[in-house]
Every structure is written in structure tokens, then in C-alpha cells.
């Protein structure tokens, strides 16, 4: 008797630890499906954004200009005490050598 009580409650707890898997796979399941419709709804918009949105005028669609502080020579010349003597080039803290910044009209978009 004792042995058939205990298995009973065993086949229960196998049961709702089926129940347990099978909401978990379809929560996985969910939020998957969720987050590849936000993906695809947010490459909707992204399109529609573009298709309908004008070209950004200060960098002509690129999203990028060349560095305004090194004017594209990737170093400034920095000198601590204001003595020519002492001049060093510096990596450029606007662009980090890239020579290109981030434009800031449409925030790297290249639309505005
Ligand atoms: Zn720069
Ligand atoms: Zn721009």
C-alpha cells in the first residue's frame, strides 16, 4: 500500500513537472515569438522611416562627417603650457582617431 501511494505522488509530480516544461517551452516560445515581431516591427518603421524621411543635409546621408576638431588629420596639436616648443599631437578626443565623427543633426542615421 505504502509503495502504491508513493508512486502515485510520484506520477503526479512527473506530471507537474511536464505542466512546469511545457509552460516554460512556451514561454521561451513566447518571448521569442515576441521579440522577432518588435525586430521586424522595429525594421518595419526603420524602412518607413527611410523611405519616407528626407536625407540628412550636414552629412548628406552618410551619418558621419569628417572630424570637425582634427579636420580629418586624426591628431590635435596640444600644447599644456601654450609653448610651440611643446606641442604634441594628440589623439583627437572628439573622434578617437577615426577622423570621422557621429553626426549630430540625425545621430548616425544619414536621415533626419
Ligand atoms: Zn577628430
Ligand atoms: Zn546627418
Redesign the pocket.
Known amino acids: 500500500m505504502e509503495s502504491g501511494g508513493g508512486a502515485r505522488v510520484r506520477r503526479q509530480l512527473q506530471a507537474v513537472g511536464r505542466v512546469a516544461a511545457y509552460l516554460g517551452g512556451g514561454f521561451l516560445l513566447l518571448s521569442a515569438a515576441s521579440t522577432a515581431a518588435v525586430r521586424s516591427l522595429r525594421y518595419l518603421s526603420d524602412a518607413n522611416q527611410r523611405k519616407f524621411a528626407m536625407l540628412c543635409g550636414a552629412c548628406e546621408g552618410k551619418g558621419t562627417y569628417a572630424?570637425?576638431?582634427?579636420?580629418?588629420?586624426?591628431?590635435?596639436e596640444w600644447s599644456p603650457l601654450y609653448d610651440p616648443v611643446f606641442v604634441n599631437p594628440c589623439l583627437?578626443?572628439?573622434?578617437?582617431?577615426?577622423?570621422?565623427?557621429r553626426c549630430l543633426n540625425c545621430l548616425g542615421k544619414g536621415y533626419a
Open positions: 572630424c570637425r576638431l582634427c579636420r580629418g588629420s586624426s591628431t590635435v583627437c578626443p572628439t573622434c578617437d582617431g577615426t577622423r570621422v565623427q
